[in-house]
């Protein structure tokens, strides 16, 4: 999985092409655990992300709870696979997604 | 697994085979060497009726592992309870029935099996009738609650209820021997020693663990007539050993009661040695029956294959044990202070051919069994009582015309052997092919199971195989038309359930651990098989109402259409079911 990171003041922009899985996924938790002092704004880019499992939803989840004390997070250009993932597990209640 | 799977059950089906035959062979042997020639004769009169007791309980156990099979891989809980209910209140309903008309016509039915309606040897035969019956309970419970343990893993407490059962009934053997009315007590000491293999089963069955539930709302006569219907191939077996014997016994009366004496003691003796084939017919139709229902060809070819191998080593083994300790076996039974020389040459020699029996047995037991297990039902019947009294009793017939008494005893081996040919021929008749050549002997249809190319199977060991075993799935779907969306759908499904059953099944110590993943592609739906060997655990069940940490499980049950977990063969087994496209 490739992980861009662009930052635009305190607007963090994470896009995430390939798949975010067990194997996967410690790596963008260890990619966000550096990156996020002094962020407001956390922004994830799913256009080329083609698979999710619970491993990456576990480290959606908790950089949305660290958000939460903040500006928040945004799921955006999600495909209909990733969709359906977030449909069937609630995420979609939880998350915001554009 | 499927190795160390055949090992563990053929070792608890094979023990528990022993709790008839034990019993059996101890009473056999007392009788024998405490009160001589003319008991050993009244026992052998009796066989047809023991037998009979057997029949019942083993027709119904045979359709219990058929049924019960089926409804657990299903995952239909209800029915198999349906079915435990339903068979126990079958068991006592029919003992009780039997007890009611043995005991007070045993006079009657004794005459009827050829011992006569006065003499020694007919007072013996009552008095053994009336102790046995009083265990009719007992004894057919036990062989109906056999194929429950195993199905719900208690190998370990169904060795120790047979051991408990031995011991019972020798010690039990040698105090009712006392009594005035010595034959009557050996009767009941089987009765009661039957009573004691119940009360150690008793300790799962009552237990808060116990996957099965009793409930008297749940006796159906409909369920009983099922049972019996999947167990009337078994019936056809007992019934044929049933007629053998009372034939055997026919054609050996002409030579005395020395002859009879002999073939108690070669069936008694043969009986016992008859548990690994007991054991490999078991085997055979559980897991048959279990590979059948997932349609597993290569589960079903691989379970042939690897029970033929035991069947001939363990029949080889047993075999050459059987021919060596012969002379000793017969002496044993009759000593020389209580019968003749003539009764215990013939056993001796009778012991020494029909171990030569064992090996084409074995193998007529695998091929019999995987039949049933595979809804082969007038096959199965026509084997039973062909393999079982048809060639056995012909070879008794034709051989004792010109070789007396040395040509009865060749009713084994040979009727074992000519059935196995016949049977080879059958399979080259119906198919073509030559017996052994790849699947042609399972006789399975046409459009059993999917074909290769639609069917992708990997063994998971460790965490770090898993990825790659989701990214396969992928793309296995994908070159078969399947869209992108659902392939990922079945590929998650792959990758989460496997985490789960690595995280919460393989931490726990023991054997080493392995999940079996199988996907198959259906004509309308994807169906995907989990099968672990770790310790008894739900997941669909398991889900707990918000916690995060069951997300995977969650998203599984989601995109499934359909999930049946069921614990068995002491392997946990989860199928889902995905639509297509």
């Known amino acids: 999985m490739t992980i861009t990171k662009t930052q635009n003041g305190t607007t963090l922009t994470v896009a995430l092409e390939g798949r975010l899985d067990t194997m996967t996924s410690p790596d963008l938790e260890a990619e966000l655990n550096r990156s996020l002092d002094g962020i407001d704004s956390l922004i994830f880019d799913f256009t080329k992300l083609d698979y999710i499992s619970s491993a990456g939803l576990r480290v959606l989840l908790a950089a949305h709870k660290q958000m939460s004390t903040r500006d928040g997070m945004t799921v955006t250009n999600v495909n209909e696979v990733v969709q359906e993932v977030f449909d069937v597990t609630g995420f979609a209640d939880i998350l915001t997604i554009e | ?581």
């Open chain 2, 1 to 581: 697994m499927i190795r160390k799977l055949v090992r563990q059950m053929l070792t608890a089906q094979t023990l528990s085979a022993l709790t008839v035959s034990l019993c059996l062979l101890i009473d056999s042997i007392m009788i024998g060497r405490f009160l001589g020639q003319d008991a050993m004769a009244a026992y052998g009169y009796a066989n047809p009726i023991l037998l009979a007791i057997g029949a019942i309980g083993s027709m119904l156990a045979a359709g219990i592992q058929v049924s019960c099979s089926k409804s657990l891989a299903r995952g239909d809980h209800e029915d198999t309870n349906r079915g435990f209910s339903s068979a126990i209140a079958a068991v006592a309903s029919l003992s009780l029935l039997f007890i009611a008309v043995v005991i007070p016509f045993r006079g009657s039915i004794v005459s009827a099996l050829g011992a006569g309606d006065s003499g020694i040897v007919s007072d013996y035969t009552k008095d053994y009738l009336a102790g046995f019956s009083i265990g009719a309970p007992a004894s057919m419970g036990a062989l109906v609650l056999i194929p429950f343990m195993q199905m719900a893993g208690q190998s370990n407490l169904l060795i120790i209820a047979v051991a408990s059962m031995t011991v019972s009934d020798v010690v039990l053997d040698l105090l009712l021997l006392q009594l005035p009315n010595p034959m009557f007590g050996m009767g009941l000491a089987s009765s009661l020693s039957y009573y004691v293999a119940i009360a150690v089963a008793a300790i799962y069955f009552f237990s808060r663990k116990c996957v099965f539930r009793f409930s008297w709302k749940q006796v159906s006569l409909r369920k009983i007539a099922q049972l019996f219907r999947n167990g009337v191939p078994a019936s056809f077996a007992m019934a044929s050993s049933v007629l053998l014997v009372f034939v055997l016994n026919r054609i050996l009366r002409t030579f005395g009661s020395d002859a009879v004496a002999a073939l108690t003691v070669i069936t008694a003796v043969g009986n016992t040695f008859g548990c690994i084939i007991t054991g490999i017919g078991g085997v055979s139709l559980t897991m048959g029956g279990v590979f059948y229902n997932e349609e597993d060809k290569t589960g079903l070819q691989e379970l042939v294959v690897l029970l033929a191998r035991h069947a001939v080593i363990l029949g080889l083994a047993a075999g050459l044990l059987l021919a060596a300790i012969s002379p000793l076996a017969a002496r044993l039974f009759l000593p020389p202070e209580k019968a003749d020389l003539e009764a215990r040459e013939m056993a001796s020699l009778g012991l020494r051919i029909f171990a030569l029996g064992l090996i084409p047995a074995s193998l007529c037991a695998i091929f019999k069994n995987v039949y049933q297990a595979t809804e082969r039902v007038l096959l199965t019947e026509c084997i039973s009582v062909i393999e079982g009294f048809v060639l056995p009793a012909t070879v008794a017939l034709v051989f004792s015309s010109f070789m007396q008494q040395t040509g009865v005893w060749l009713f084994y081996a040979g009727g074992e052997l000519l059935a196995l040919l016949a049977l080879g021929l059958f399979i080259r008749r119906k198919t073509g092919q030559h017996p052994w050549d790849n699947t042609a002997c399972l006789l399975l249809r046409k459009d059993f199971g999917v074909a290769e190319e639609d069917l992708l199977e990997a063994d998971i060991h460790s965490l770090d195989e898993v990825p790659e075993i989701a990214r396969r799935t992928e793309a296995f779907c994908l070159e078969r038309g399947q869209s992108a969306t659902v392939s990922k759908h079945i590929a998650l499904c792959v990758e989460e359930m496997a985490l789960n059953t690595i995280e919460h099944g393989f931490c726990f110590g023991g054997s080493p651990r392995v999940l079996s993943v199988r996907v198959l592609r259906k004509e309308d739906r994807w169906v995907i098989r989990f099968r672990d060997n770790c310790f008894p655990r739900d997941p669909i069940h398991y889900v707990p109402g918000e916690d995060r940490e069951a997300l995977g499980v969650r998203l599984v049950l989601g995109l499934a259409t359909e999930a049946r977990y069921t614990y068995s063969m002491n392997l946990n087994n989860l199928a889902l079911e995905l639509p297509p496209h």
